[in-house]
């Protein structure tokens, strides 16, 4: 007999249960397909901060519309964090050109259905189906966020930053695929900073060395802090940093000083803050989540200029400390191929698109094909570029 589900949409996540969302958002055994285990972005608190904060709502754009899919005991077995788009930003997948494209053919592409972790370019589960749940429930999901799609009269769905299996069964359901480009860090079981050093040329060792020294010069210390070491100073700290950078860089910051204090007391042990100090001054800062196999670089600022020091804050504190902790992998964000030179792979990632107008679908689908065409062959060149010893004479040479 055939699974029946109901879907419906939700305004705000303190309608839905925080464990049954938990349940499909980070089970504690998720599926082996998935790659990863804790996911901190798609977590309810998370995503409930960022509502209860004033971050996300219809003052910035996003006005939250999650999808839920329950059996018929009423349980819920499949969602997705949603959100009705009334612009393209904050999502780190751009298709401005798309949106001015549509409406130079007469139509209205905001707004539109973004499944996604607000201002979090960070590839995790985004069709979140519980593992006891029937296998049907995923293609339920599916057709839910294209049923609100409908409901809001919205030009399209897209989901961005799902997990390479996700994206294949939206492909198959009939989504366009469209393949992006992030830098990581892989811990290769390194034992120490010096032993990933060891895995460079000689003169990439010898840079990334000057790069720290530089960094720090004779003033400059550095704190990790984290869970109970988090306190309010510290939180007021680095939103001046938070807010610094982000009115120079992109003009509206949209994390307000309530999130923090809001993640800082639900998922204190989830954050790592490195910190920067000039006497008894902070000055500069970056704030890190942690998955259970990766650590994921967010926001960053400073309030003094210096050279190299965004590098060594963000980059070489993040894979000092995943290799201290055996952390897999560090995901510094997107963008920045200043990233290669520093130990960080070219690392593809996904993003899912339907539109309701077959035309624009089907010509959105030949321009994907053409750009991933072209990223196969930038990567090519990136992974030939990378900063690793290549042979044995190089592997000798020492500083």
């Known amino acids: ?4 589900f109901t879907a419906r949409f939700i305004q ?3 309608k839905v249960d925080a464990a049954a969302w938990d349940s499909c ?9 998935d790659g990863e285990r804790f996911n901190p972005f798609i977590a309810h608190a998370f995503l409930s901060a960022l ?3 004033g971050s996300v709502g219809a003052r910035t754009g996003w006005s939250p519309v999650h999808v839920l899919v329950e059996d018929e005991d009423k349980r819920l077995v499949a969602c997705a964090p949603a959100y009705l788009k009334a612009h393209s930003l904050g999502e780190y997948v751009f298709d401005q050109s798309w949106a001015q494209a549509y409406e130079r053919a007469g139509g209205s592409y905001y707004p539109k259905v973004q499944a996604a972790a607000p201002f979090t370019p960070v590839t995790g589960r985004r069709l979140l189906v519980a593992p006891s749940a029937p296998e049907a429930a995923r293609a339920a999901l599916i057709a839910a966020l294209r049923g609100l799609c409908k409901a809001t009269q919205a030009s399209s769905v897209h989901v961005t930053y799902p997990t390479p299996a996700e994206a294949n069964a939206l492909r198959d359901a009939g989504f366009i695929l469209r393949a992006g480009e992030q830098f990581h860090f892989v811990n290769e079981g390194y034992s120490s900073f010096e032993d990933f050093l060891g895995d460079l040329s000689s003169r990439k060792r010898k840079g990334l060395k000057r790069e720290r020294r530089e960094a720090l010069g004779d003033d400059l210390s550095i704190e990790r802090l984290r869970g109970a070491e988090i306190a309010p100073h510290h939180w007021d700290a680095f939103f001046a940093f938070y807010m610094d950078t982000g009115a120079r860089k992109w003009g509206r910051p ?5 999130f923090f204090d809001l993640i800082g007391t639900a998922m204190a042990d989830r954050i790592l803050l490195v910190m920067a100090k000039q ?3 902070y000055v500069a800062g970056a704030i890190n989540f942690l998955g259970d196999d990766a650590i994921y670089g967010r926001n960053w600022g400073a309030l003094i200029e210096r050279q190299f020091l965004h590098f060594e804050v963000c980059y070489y504190q993040a894979i000092d400390y995943a290799i201290e902790r055996g952390y897999k992998r560090v995901e510094a964000g997107a963008q920045g191929e200043h990233k290669l030179a520093r130990g960080y792979r070219p690392v593809v990632t996904w993003s899912a698109h339907d539109f309701a107008d077959a035309g624009f679908h089907a010509a959105i689908a030949d321009y994907c094909r053409r750009e991933r065409a072209a990223l196969d062959e930038m990567m090519a060149e990136q992974e030939a570029a990378l900063p690793f010893r290549k042979d044995e004479k190089d592997k000798e040479e020492t500083t």
């Open 279 to 281: 006497g008894g001054d």
């Open 1 to 4: 007999m055939a699974e029946k």
């Open 254 to 258: 949209y994390l307000t000083r309530a």
């Open 25 to 33: 958002a980070n089970p504690t055994s998720p599926p082996e397909s």
């Open 51 to 53: 509502e209860r904060s």
């Open 12 to 14: 705000s996540l303190d």
